[in-house]
């Protein structure tokens, strides 16, 4: 079956442009999580969804950030006036539920801000 | 920063060789699992573990879950050129959804 797909693989973006990176989950899965990794760390969280809504963004590190899941399926992370800070990979994972269920990650999109 | 601190960070050893890498933090956590990543991929799931002192194998691998639940262990026997990766532990604590990872530890088996 088709795992956790992510798009595009790579992005290049110049300093103070929008990006939208795009998850596909696996179907039937409910809960769908962002992460950042930077290079040489381990992810770190960002944004939560069960189903459409956003049950935690506390990890969203300012208001550039922002992450919309309209039917409760496909999820878009979108990164407003970006800086070189933000580069990084971009992993998506989604689950059956939230604690305590596997979580399956997608290959990422690693994002540079030249 | 990083609730778990992993340790060490690179570790290059020759094939047939034993390595144990390490997982450490001041904070409980209900559960700790370990992922292996390899470029290009996300995170791939090899075990998770509950219970303070409970120990895991899986083939060549053992995990180990401290008492107290603040730390854990991966044990590789006889490592392969196939294990080199990036190993990573994270952990789910009670009340949050998400998981914490570690900052990693990048293995390299030489044939």
């Known amino acids: 079956g088709a795992g956790v797909s992510q798009t595009p693989s790579n992005k290049v973006t110049e300093k103070g442009k929008y990006v939208e990176l795009r998850c596909d989950p696996i179907?039937?899965?409910?809960?769908l999580y962002w992460y950042r990794q930077s290079l040489g760390q381990g992810p770190e969280f960002l944004i939560y969804?069960?189903?459409?809504?956003?049950?935690?963004d506390s990890g969203l590190p300012n208001d550039r950030f922002f992450a919309v899941r309209p039917e409760g399926s496909v999820s878009t992370l979108k990164i407003q006036r970006t800086e070189r800070g933000d580069s990084a990979v971009y992993l998506c994972?989604?689950?059956?539920?939230?604690?305590?269920?596997?979580?399956?990650f997608g290959p990422g999109t690693r994002l540079t801000v030249t | 920063t990083q609730l778990l601190e992993q340790s060490p960070q690179f570790l290059s050893i020759q094939e047939g060789e034993n390595l144990t890498v390490y997982c450490n933090s001041s904070?409980?956590?209900?559960?700790l699992q370990w992922y292996r990543q390899e470029p290009g991929e996300g995170p791939v799931l090899l075990v998770t573990?509950?219970?303070?002192?409970e120990v895991k194998k899986l083939k060549r691998l053992t995990f180990q879950f401290g008492d107290a639940r603040k730390d854990s262990s991966l044990h590789i026997t006889a490592a392969q050129p196939g294990d080199t990766g990036l190993y990573l532990c994270?952990?789910?604590?009670?009340?949050?959804?998400?998981?914490?990872f570690g900052t990693g530890t990048r293995l390299t088996v030489i044939p």
């Open positions: 179907s039937g899965h409910t809960a």
């Open positions: 969804f069960q189903g459409t809504g956003a049950a935690d």
């Open positions: 994972a989604s689950s059956f539920g939230g604690a305590g269920y596997e979580q399956y």
């Open positions: 573990v509950v219970t303070g002192g």
């Open positions: 904070s409980v956590f209900s559960s």
């Open positions: 994270a952990g789910a604590r009670t009340g949050a959804n998400n998981l914490f």
